[in-house]
């Protein structure tokens, strides 16, 4: 994250992980399967954070807003917003990582869509629907900012689920 990935190199790596290049070399071979074994690594982090937010979120649709901003630790939001999109960059051209993104939308949803709605038949839709707000939800708040990210997305997300209840 602090280097970007065009700017990623083994002896930036090195520095961070407290390990010399030559080790780093010689364990994943080349910048590609660093960068890889690296976000996977940032992947199985999320997937930890997300079953865990589900754990502890109601399952109504309010726990749902507070899964997703659970999802967004505080203070980073800035920072996701700009550097972290180089980093989704890489996951969406390597088939492994978009995979791994994949797998992990598709678990996201079932979890945001159980707390939606009892009809089974419309949960997994309605998760989407509400994961795909979310994250536009943040990225236009990373062009307005006019409020916290928090409060942004909070507003947007209790909006649709009230359209959604008809109020």
Not at 57 to 79: K, N, S, V
Request: proline share 2%; aromatic share 8%.
């Amino acid at each position: 994250m602090a280097a970007g990935p065009a700017d990623f190199t083994f002896a930036k790596a090195a520095k961070a992980c407290g390990l010399s290049a030559a080790t780093l070399v010689q364990r994943y071979g080349d910048r590609s399967s660093l960068v890889e074994a690296i976000l996977l690594h940032a992947w199985n982090m999320l997937d930890a954070q997300t079953e865990a937010a589900d754990a502890e979120a109601a399952e109504t649709p309010e726990g749902a807003i507070d899964l997703l901003l659970q999802l967004m630790p505080d203070g980073d939001a800035e920072r996701n917003a700009t550097e972290g999109l180089l980093l989704l960059r890489e996951d969406f051209q390597n088939p492994v990582l978009r995979a791994r993104g994949s797998a992990w939308g598709h678990r996201l949803a079932a979890i945001l869509g159980r707390r939606l709605t009892a009809d089974m038949a419309n949960a997994l839709s309605l998760g989407w629907e509400m994961a795909s707000l979310w994250q536009g939800a943040y990225i236009w708040w990373a062009f307005n900012r006019g409020d916290s990210a928090e409060a942004a997305i909070r507003r947007t997300l209790t909006n649709w689920i009230n359209r959604q209840a008809g109020e």
